[in-house]
T-cell receptor, first 113, second 115 residues
Framework: EADIYQTPRYLVIGTGKKITLECSQT?????MYWYQQDPGMELHLIHY???????EKGDLSSESTVSRIRTEHFPLTLESARPSHTSQYLC????????????FGSGTRLTVV | AQTVTQSQPEMSVQEAETVTLSCTYD???????LFWYKQPPSRQMILVIR??????QNATENRFSVNFQKAAKSFSLKISDSQLGDAAMYFC????????????FGTGTRLTIIP
């Protein structure tokens, strides 16, 4: 079944560590997105990609970086985690057609201690 | 810039009753799509229903229906016969029907179902 996968589901990590949140989709979607969801549940777009070798920063400034070397894979990296990075991170993809919205992954809940 | 407003941070409804979640949006465009997404606790966000701005008929998906008022820029979600599994955050979203435009989300409404 076509879907979008995020790993890990939960992560607790110490300050200063480098981490990569994984996101993969099996639908062949060109467009992929990373959202940060704050405790109030509001969604903030932090990165997006419209295809291989294409990445853009979103509306909310983030210290994270992304890469898109393969269509199906869109990892997000934090070089040095801080407590302020504690949040839920949602990955999404889109076929690019205007009427289907986004397909979301299950999210990664990151806690930096 | 387009904005989406959900003025009800929290709503509650008795099981089997009907509830309406409000959403308004601001745009100067005429061709766009509107969506309602559901995010259950600790679970994946899923699409509930979508509406094309050019269609006058309100979209319906089983117990979920919308009241789309284009002139008023209003897009409310009605949930009939509420079930315990409907408890979730609900997000309204807007997307212009052009090129690579991204979804703009509202701030969400947390829906509680009272048994």
């Amino acid at each position: 079944e076509a879907d979008i996968y995020q790993t890990p589901r939960y992560l607790v990590i110490g300050t200063g560590k480098k981490i990569t949140l994984e996101c993969s989709q099996t639908m062949g979607h060109d467009k992929m997105y990373w959202y940060q969801q704050d405790p109030g549940m509001e969604l903030h777009l932090i990165h997006y990609s419209y295809g291989v070798n294409s990445t853009e920063k979103g509306d909310l400034s983030s210290e994270s970086t992304v890469s898109r070397i393969r269509t199906e894979h869109f990892p997000l990296t934090l070089e040095s985690a801080r407590p302020s990075h504690t949040s839920q991170y949602l990955c999404a993809s889109s076929a690019g057609t205007w009427d289907y919205g986004y397909t979301f992954g299950s999210g990664t809940r990151l806690t930096v201690v | 810039a387009q904005t989406v407003t959900q003025s009800q941070p929290e709503m509650s409804v008795q099981e089997a009753e009907t509830v309406t979640l409000s959403c308004t949006y601001d745009t100067s465009e005429s061709d766009y799509y509107l969506f309602w997404y559901k995010q259950p606790p600790s679970r994946q966000m899923i699409l509930v229903i979508r509406q094309e701005a050019y269609k006058q008929q309100n979209a319906t998906e089983n117990r979920f229906s919308v009241n789309f008022q284009k002139a008023a820029k209003s897009f409310s979600l009605k949930i009939s016969d509420s079930q315990l599994g409907d408890a979730a955050m609900y997000f309204c979203a807007y997307r212009i029907n052009f090129g690579n435009e991204k979804l703009t989300f509202g701030t969400g409404t947390r829906l509680t179902i009272i048994p």
